[in-house]
């Protein structure tokens, strides 16, 4: 039998639970996975900022890691709506999630700033979950890999490798994405997955470029965990929907654990 792989499994609450339905979620899936090997997997729920407080409390001294699902890269200053790396210090959360395609999609943020902020997330000791996809105008441009190589290259530029060794990447398709998401195949995941980690390694080596993490999402669930996980570039799936019940989570959790 091979060694066996770290796998990184989390989820993206977007703007969903309030704080009393995010203490009790974060609560029934503590101890459910309580009994899972630590060294095997990397657990982590990203909940809205106004429960992160609540959320602490509930995963003190667990294997649950808790993220934040956005960042500014300034400290503090005339930045109304923002969220400063030292607020996010001070509710002590372990990761920012950068680049969603709802925050780019939806909110109109550029690779530059996505550098900016992998940049500020590093300086404050939180591991940055980068997100990357292409739209579905640009696969059926079929510049998909183009695309991906862009959203790499400008949100890693100027890190040098112990810094980009500390990232985790998530790719998302956006037309994979959400309710309207349709389920991207294998083969093309696959591809995709491929490309990135050739990317990585282009920029930063072979040491660290095989080492930064991979993560697979979109429309991941049940069904569909296992053949995702098992591509060999996959070292991770990042949930939505099919997560944010934890017995459901949980499940995922476990089948991705017996591949
Ligand atoms: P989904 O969301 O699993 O509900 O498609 C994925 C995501 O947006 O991270």
């Keep these: 039998m091979g060694e066996m792989k770290k796998r990184y499994l989390g989820t993206n609450l977007k703007m969903y639970k309030t704080i009393e339905e995010t203490k009790v979620y974060l609560q029934r899936l503590r101890e459910l996975t309580e009994d899972l090997p630590q060294e095997l997997l990397e657990l982590f729920v990203i909940p809205s900022y106004t429960t992160l407080e609540a959320a602490r409390q509930v995963t003190k001294g667990s294997r649950v890691k808790l993220g934040a699902q956005n960042m500014c890269w300034e400290k503090e200053g005339q930045f109304t709506g923002e969220i400063s790396p030292l607020m996010l210090k001070e509710v002590g959360v372990d990761i920012v999630e950068i680049g969603h395609s709802e925050r780019r999609h939806i909110f109109g943020e550029s690779d530059q700033e996505e550098n900016r902020k992998v940049k500020a997330a590093l300086e404050y000791d939180f591991t940055p979950l980068l ?10 441009y079929r510049i998909s890999d183009e695309t991906l190589s862009t959203q790499l290259k400008v949100a890693f530029h100027g890190l040098d490798r112990n810094e980009a060794g500390k990232v985790w990447v998530a790719y998302e398709p956006v037309w994979a994405i959400g309710i309207n998401g349709i389920p991207a195949s294998v083969e093309y995941v696959s591809a995709r997955h491929r490309h990135m980690r050739k990317v990585l390694v282009e920029l930063f080596g072979e040491d660290t470029g095989s080492r930064i993490p991979i993560l697979y999402g979109g429309s991941v669930n049940l069904e569909n965990a296992v053949g995702l996980i098992r591509i060999p570039w996959v070292d991770g ?23």
């Design 131 to 140: 997100c990357v996809g292409e739209t579905l105008e640009q696969r059926n």
């Design 237 to 259: 799936l990042f949930i939505g929907r099919s997560a944010w019940d934890a017995e459901n989570f949980n499940k995922i959790i476990r089948r991705v654990l017996e591949c």
